[in-house]
């Protein structure tokens, strides 16, 4: 089964090896590829399913409160379903209480909880 590929910038369906998106002109060179979406989970002994990550949603300081967020997220979303993915995930750094808020708001929940140690 090939799989459908999107620009991660512009959320466009791309046509095989393309290295720019024709529709918002982003470089597409080194992206998974070129925002494809990958089957998860990557065990054997569980059922695949697609999954969409936003990498970055980011509202202008100025331009926060005319709910230009929901309408990015609803977005995502919609794109989302289309592609016939399961979930939507993304990160959210520790201490970002307002982002935290905001997705939980939007109805997001989480999921897990990841550490590190750094060296």
Known sequence: MEQRRICPYCMQELEAGEEQCPHCGRELAGRNPAGSL???P????????KSLFIDDL???KQARGQHI???LFEYVKQQAKELGCYEVTLNVWTGNTSAEHFYEKMGM???ERQMEYIL
């Open 38 to 40: 990958p089957e998860q």
């Open 109 to 111: 929940k989480t999921k």
């Open 58 to 60: 980011c509202v202008d």
């Open 42 to 49: 990557f065990s054997t002994n569980m059922v695949s399913f």
């Open 69 to 71: 967020g929901e309408s």
